[in-house]
């Protein structure tokens, strides 16, 4: 690689990544093996803590896919890596300053936010997002002023039936036990052994066919001891679409969906905590006495092949009440806009062409910026999906170096940015405060009797890591 190029010996390629979930690990772990690439990679995070979903959204019960963290690890330890956390891009540092600063930036922002139902009564008492329970449960420090008040419910309704809503749904419905060893946060096994929770309906607009969880996740709530799973044959039985559908086009999963489901509806009732699942229906408003939520209003959908062949819920005007205590929305995420970033508000993502981020949904390219994850493809797909989508970004990336020269940098200093947060009072955290802390809430965990022990405030966070960081 010539000299006078970004990336060769003489100038290294310098890359901010903005986000510490998987699909910025995945993006710095390609650009690190990229050969005959010269580069250093900061990472920025506005929590003080990394890797994202992982840590915030992943089940407590599944601690083996948190075990992923591992990987990030060891990319962590590559001396061309830096970590900042506890800065957050618009309040500590603007887009202009990264521009001022890196040669490429490479935007793994997720979707913080959340999809709105847009039907009357969803602002009422009791009903509350998905995302914003999984991150309560989870001890997120952004999802700890909410209140579930679990020991006045009986019924939940889980608007949604993707693997976020089954998580949602065992958490609610195993015995508090069984999460006694994980990371759960103290308050939420406070409130799940509280917790009067009868049954939790599972609500989706289509139909069984094209029920958006996957068999291994419905498999593990049957198989929980003192749940039963109530299936309605009635409810499983496929339209003619579907059948179609599920014979020439349906993924296996889908296949396996149905069987199991018909397999559940054969069985014998059982009594204890119940999962109850609806297809073919939609909210269309969410009921409510003194200001709090004591049912739903659903109607019933019909489906129909669209010009590709795949069913689409069409609403019949026949309309049912299921009455519960908590609305869950399992809806999905959605991007939440950066000053100085464009944002297509539309598709709730960072406008791009195959991670080349776009002046505007329909603009021309951004010179430097690119994005990965679900800022990129928006909430689709599993922790692993974004290993190949961050790749083809920094692929981009790495063919457009051949376009631009090596200009220089407004500062070149590796020391500037660290400087620039200081001057302006940023308490930033490295990667060796996060090990430190990372060491702190697992020695925590074994005094209790957990796999970790995580403390919910980001204050309190950061009040431990200074702590450490004067000990050492």
Not at 3 to 23: C, H, K, M, N
Not at 89 to 103: H, N
């Amino acid at each position: 690689m010539a000299q006078d190029l970004l990336g060769s010996g003489a100038r290294p390629l310098r890359v901010a990544v903005i986000g510490s979930g998987p699909s910025a690990f995945y993006a710095v772990e390609a650009l690190f093996k990229v050969e005959g690439l010269t580069c250093r990679c900061d990472m920025f995070e506005r929590l003080p803590t990394p890797f994202g979903l992982v840590r915030g959204g992943v089940a407590p019960d599944h601690q083996k896919i948190k075990g992923v963290a591992r990987i990030y690890d060891q990319i962590a330890q590559d001396p061309r890596y830096r970590f900042f956390g506890n800065v957050e891009i618009g309040r500590d540092l603007s887009v202009d300053d990264l521009r001022a600063a890196y040669d490429c930036r490479i935007w793994a922002i997720g979707n913080e936010g959340d999809r709105r139902l847009g039907i009357p009564g969803e602002d009422l008492v009791g009903v509350h997002s998905a995302t914003a329970f999984v991150g309560w449960y989870n001890g997120h420090p952004d999802h700890q002023r909410h209140r579930f008040d679990l020991d006045r419910v009986r019924r939940v309704a889980v608007i949604g039936n993707g693997n976020v809503a089954m998580d949602v749904a065992r958490i609610l419905l195993q015995e508090p036990s069984r999460l006694e060893s994980t990371d759960i946060s103290d308050e939420a096994l406070a409130a799940l052994r509280r917790s009067e929770v009868e049954e939790v309906v599972l609500i989706g607009r289509r139909g069984p066919a094209q029920a958006a969880f996957s068999p291994k996740e419905l498999k593990e709530i049957a198989d929980l001891d003192g749940v039963a799973v109530d299936v309605d044959a009635a409810e499983v039985e496929l339209d003619p679409a579907s059948a179609a559908w599920l014979e020439e086009a349906a993924p296996r999963s889908a296949q396996r969906n149905v069987a199991l489901l018909h397999e559940l509806a054969s069985a014998d009732p059982a009594s204890g905590r119940k999962l109850r699942t609806v297809f073919r229906a939609s909210p269309r408003s969410v009921l409510g006495e003194d200001g709090r939520v004591v049912g739903l209003e659903l109607e019933r959908n019909q489906l129909e092949a669209d010009a590709a062949g795949v069913p689409r819920p069409h609403g019949t005007g026949q309309t049912e009440r299921v009455d519960c205590d908590l609305v869950l929305a399992a809806i999905g995420y959605r991007g939440v806009p950066l000053p100085g970033l464009p944002f297509c508000e539309r598709r709730g993502i960072v406008p791009n062409d195959a991670g080349r981020v776009l002046e505007s949904p329909d603009g021309a390219v951004l010179p430097g910026d690119y994005v990965v994850g679900w800022a990129k493809r928006g909430p689709t797909g599993l922790i692993g999906n974004n290993s190949p989508d961050s790749k083809d970004t920094v692929a981009a990336l790495v063919d457009d170096l051949g376009q631009r020269t090596a200009a220089s940098l407004s500062d070149d200093d590796a020391s500037a940015v660290p400087a620039l947060l200081a001057t302006r009072g940023v308490d930033f955290v490295d990667y060796a405060d996060w090990q430190a802390y990372d060491g702190w809430e697992v020695a925590q965990g074994v005094h209790r009797g957990k796999v970790r022990h995580k403390l919910t405030d980001a204050g309190a966070i950061l009040a431990v890591m200074r702590q450490l960081r004067g000990s050492a």
